[in-house]
């Protein structure tokens, strides 16, 4: 079938095209190809104009028109202010933001970022020494970081969510190893480096926008239970904030959730929960002991495959805490289906189980709207290797809990910066969307008393008029 070709950058797998790249061609050659000798491309003379992050001011400018520099000023000038500051700390954060936008994880990237004419002239002309910027990130306190969270909430939220007649908050927490002596640093739950010291943040996401809505750093040996019921409550308070008084919201959280603290805030702010539970011996007996399975799905020979039942279960904990609590059971024959709990000797049924105080929905609307999530999985594995919030800045806990809330907060702007500028680019990795957009080559050019950026024909800026 032959197709027609449009000026329109393809935003499918051959991404090349968008980028500004050319398809090989070689179905159409008849000699082979031979690379040249790299030495006869010659050297000429060093350009000090050149730069490799052309998309910076662009994404500057956007975030000038959020207002972001005028939010970092008046949260967080207090840090640092006095008639004889240099750097004062709104800018200090903005170069921070600025760093890890165009792929620099730690402090340390600053250097290599201080040869690059661009980035200079962003950062107000002069890039201050590490030692700086390491003693700046010591300089938050407890009401720093709150407000830093409460910012990276702000952009998680655009008013485009109002759309959505269902809104999902995740919940989970990862697994950050250290190889130095960080304060907070202590062993825990470690599946790659068990007994290594490391962090356990925990961080929550909105599914439909793809960001970031908060995120608090714990020491290796935290858990997840009762005591982080004030962050659950006001990452839910945060997302319901500006949604319509009908739209929906679920919160999703693995059986670590399945505390009753944790049930009642959600349920008491009026979101729904869908938790995986504890599977504890009486849920079991609970479930093997049910009767009424319903069939969703069969095979070709007619034989169920899939089942759901509304199981009759209450724990002691959700009944004081006055918790609604709805129990769905799955048993499938599926393949893949997770971990593998068998409760029937004549059956081969794997189990799983929810809770929820979504009395009104299908039971199996339940369950597969609780294995949507996990896409949070990919989105903090991306926050790892994009962002390197694994990467900690500082021996300080509280410097690297403020590097952490920068780091999503960069995350969220750049996901609002894409859908404004390039929304055909939205669907792409952040590694991609930095090559498309912000890690490309230009030329500072200074021309009629003003400073003029050169940009490739092929880049996306280029070709958006941006």
Known sequence: MKTSKTNTPSTGKVRRDALGGQRGDG?????????????????????????????????????????????????????????MVVYPMEA??????????????????????????????????????????????????????????????????????????????????????????????????????????????????????????????????????????????????????????????YVRIDAAGDCAEI????????????????????????IRDTVRWTTVDHDANGKPVRQVAVVDFKRDTWMRAEVPVRVVAVRTREPGAGRQVFLWDDLDYSIKAYLTNDFASDPDDIARRYEDRAGIEPMIGEAKSAWGIGAVPSATFIANHAMLLLKLLAHNLVRLFVVTVAPALSSWSIAWLRRALICI?????????????????????CRLQL
């Open 441 to 461: 080559p230009g030329r500072l050019v200074r021309s009629a008393r003003s400073t003029w950026l050169r940009l490739p024909v092929q880049s996306w800026l």
């Open 263 to 286: 049930l009642a805030a959600i349920n008491v702010r009026k979101a729904f929960f869908v938790v995986k539970p504890r599977l504890t011996s009486d849920l079991l007996r609970a």
């Open 27 to 83: 179905h159409r050659r008849v000699r082979r190809i031979r690379p040249p000798d790299p030495a006869t491309v010659r050297r000429g003379d060093a350009d000090p104009a050149l730069t490799g992050v052309a998309g910076l001011p662009r994404f500057g400018t956007f975030m000038r028109e959020l207002g972001v520099h005028r939010d970092l000023k008046r949260l967080f000038w207090r840090l640092k202010s006095g008639p």
């Open 92 to 249: 200090q954060l903005q170069l921070l933001l600025y760093s890890n936008v165009v792929g620099e994880h730690r402090v340390f990237g600053l250097e290599a970022l201080a040869a690059d004419p661009l980035f200079v002239k962003l950062a107000g002309g002069v890039v201050p020494s590490l030692d700086t910027v390491y003693r700046d990130l010591c300089r938050f306190d407890d009401d720093a970081i709150a407000d830093l969270d409460r910012l990276l909430g702000r952009y998680a939220m655009p008013k485009s969510i109002r759309k959505h007649e269902v809104v999902h908050l995740d919940i989970d927490s990862t697994v950050e190893p250290l190889f130095g002596c960080q304060e907070g640093a202590e062993p825990g739950p470690n599946p790659r480096y068990h007994g290594r010291p490391s962090y356990h943040p925990l961080v929550a996401r909105v599914a439909e926008t793809k960001a970031f809505v908060g995120a608090e750093l714990r020491r290796g040996d935290t858990s997840f239970g009762a005591a982080d019921e004030l962050a659950v409550s006001q990452w839910v308070e945060r997302v319901r904030a500006p949604l319509r008084p009908e739209q929906r919201l």
